[in-house]
């Protein structure tokens, strides 16, 4: 998710939930809950109807992602 987060910029909760990083809505839920508590996702919320909630990666997010796509590179996934 965080490496999706870094290629995408903000996206909506329903755009993550499609790309079924975790199988439930409510572990998914959990999990974004758990980054933005650790600082790696911040959470806006859009005054609109419906309202949407769109999530970013921090600076500290990014920083994760750089390290995360270095290890990719390591273990020969790109």
Do not use: D
């Not at 790309?19 to 999990?31: D, H, P, Q, Y």
């Not at 911040?42 to 970013?56: D, E, I, K, Q, S």
Request: positive net charge.
């Amino acid at each position: 998710m965080v490496l999706h987060l870094r290629k995408a910029g903000e996206v909506s909760y329903y755009q993550l939930l499609k790309k079924g990083f975790v199988g439930s809505r409510e572990t998914f839920s959990t999990l974004l809950k758990e980054l933005e508590k650790k600082n790696i996702v911040r959470r806006r919320l859009l005054n609109t109807r419906p309202l949407r909630v769109l999530y970013a990666l921090t600076s500290k997010g990014n920083e994760v992602a750089e390290v995360l796509e270095k290890l990719e590179k390591i273990l020969g996934k790109k």
